[in-house]
């Protein structure tokens, strides 16, 4: 059973995670997160939760454990942590300042005089029209959102920038970017559709306003239309609002006498056009903005509880793995020759990592050489669910020797699960880093572990700790 290629966390899991990843992937490590402050957040998470608990609710467990450590001791972290996306601020701001436009347009014709053809809203009808077809085409295009939406999704992201000195929250940041881009897009549009229905509705209400203090006359005029053309075009732009308010257009002997010029000033009221100019700002603009703004913030509160983050990268996989043969003793036999301090605590180190806590190394006394058919220096603790032969790569493999003690340790712990662990640190030493020869030594212990029914792991054990860390991954997820 292998990781799943991503996870779902909440927003707030979701930025610690991401914050804790930055820190335990930085390289140089970063020294304000140590190794021991890795395994002590494992150990809290691990007593924190069940044993059964999902590897995703473990790693959110985990890293919030790891942000009270960080956050006292990184100022950026704290600011990190705390940046938030102000959505009642920038709604409020963005709805009063739309509405204050609308509100503010001083008239919708020169001198209380209505030209039918060309007041302003038909302006604003036709931007919204276009902004929905361009919503329409750009995913079909495959076209993320416009420049300002980008621009206004990237005003409250955490900025890289200023953190450029700090490298590890600088990747955070840009790893964040990516993360949010969904959610915060979405926030955007959010702003966006209501901010653009708070306009439509100030131009309404100053429709009404002004309307009531002010006599508005209607009438059009034209170089090229007949009465005819004009009556066509009305009944066509206002046929919605006449449906849904029942206010009839006059037909077009009607509106040929409500044709102005230099000498025919206008003179019909203007009272039932300004209803279905109304009519048709709430139809076009504030109904489908309003439907979009519901939209956007139900993906947003999607979104925000189930955040998708990609987890196909080698820190994601060494904590979402299924570990089932790393739970218990993880028995150390070395051949020959007792493993070297360094070895031991790296492999301890790369283990305790690898199997979030539930795995314990314990190392057994150097099998003499000669010595791989005595039971008493081959035989594994009862509950060792991995056995680990460790042996020098730049030893050559021999089926009398190494052979039979893997006959032997496979009769003496049939249930455990068998590696030869093949050390090239010794090897690199002594004969430098010669790709072929390496490949061919590695190839003959392949052939002695194959010939036994044994897993064989060459691994440099004086490699860093992320690279053991991943050899074993790969290795037990094989």
């Not at 919030?64 to 409020?92: C, D, K, S």
């Not at 300002?148 to 929250?169: D, E, I, N, V, Y």
């Not at 100030?202 to 508005?216: M, N």
Request: proline content about 7%; glycine content about 6%; some cysteine.
């Amino acid at each position: 059973m292998k990781a799943p290629a991503s996870i779902t966390l909440d927003e707030r899991s979701a930025r610690q995670v991401l914050l804790l990843r930055a820190y335990e992937s930085a390289d140089p490590p970063d020294p304000a997160w140590t190794a021991e402050d890795r395994d002590w957040a494992t150990r809290v998470a691990r007593a924190s939760l069940p044993e059964d608990a999902a590897p995703a609710r473990f790693i959110a467990e985990r890293a919030r454990h790891a942000m009270q450590r960080l956050a006292p001791r990184e100022t950026a972290v704290r600011a990190a942590l705390a940046a938030r996306f102000a959505g009642r601020a920038w709604v409020i701001v963005t709805v009063l300042l739309g509405f204050a436009i609308g509100l503010a347009v001083d008239h919708i014709g020169p001198a209380q005089r209505i030209n039918l053809l060309a007041p302003p809203i038909w302006a604003l009808v036709a931007w919204n029209l276009l902004v929905y077809l361009a919503l329409i085409v750009a995913p079909l295009r495959g076209k993320g959102p416009g420049r300002f939406r980008r621009w206004l999704r990237a005003s409250w992201q955490p900025k890289g920038g200023r953190w450029g000195r700090h490298a590890t929250l600088a990747r955070f940041a840009l790893d964040w970017a990516r993360v949010a881009a969904p959610l915060d897009g979405a926030r955007a549009a959010l702003v966006l559709h209501l901010g653009s229905a708070a306009l439509a509705l100030g131009v309404v209400c100053s429709l009404y306003v002004r309307g009531l203090v002010l006599d508005y006359l209607a009438g059009w005029e034209s170089t090229f239309l007949s009465a005819g053309a004009v009556h066509a075009l009305l009944a066509t732009l206002l046929a919605p609002a006449s449906a849904v308010t029942g206010i009839a257009l006059p037909d077009a002997t009607a509106l040929a006498a409500m044709q102005i010029g230099p000498a025919q000033p206008a003179q019909a009221s203007a009272a039932p056009w300004l209803h279905l100019y109304a009519a048709t700002l709430v139809l076009f603009i504030i109904g489908p903005r309003l439907l979009l703004a519901a939209l956007a913030r139900l993906q947003s509160w999607r979104l925000q509880r189930r955040l998708p983050l990609a987890a196909d990268d080698a820190w994601f996989k060494q904590w979402l793995q299924p570990r089932r043969g790393l739970t218990g003793t993880v028995w150390l036999l070395p051949h020959a020759a007792p493993a070297s301090a360094a070895a031991a605590l790296a492999l301890q180190d790369a283990l305790q990592a690898t199997s979030q806590g539930r795995a314990r190394l314990q190392a057994a006394p150097p099998v003499p050489y000669g010595d791989e058919a005595e039971p008493g220096s081959t035989t594994p603790p009862p509950d060792a669910a991995l056995v680990l032969v460790l042996v020098d790569l730049a030893s050559t493999p021999e089926e009398e020797v190494h052979g039979r003690l893997l006959e032997r340790l496979a009769s003496s712990a049939p249930a455990s699960r068998r590696v030869l662990l093949a050390d090239e640190a010794g090897y690199r030493q002594r004969l430098g880093e010669d790709p072929a020869a390496l490949a061919a030594r590695r190839q003959a212990w392949q052939t002695l572990a194959d010939a036994h029914g044994t897993t064989l792991l060459a691994v440099d054990l004086g490699a860093p700790a992320a690279q053991l860390q991943e050899a074993l991954q790969r290795m037990l997820g094989s």
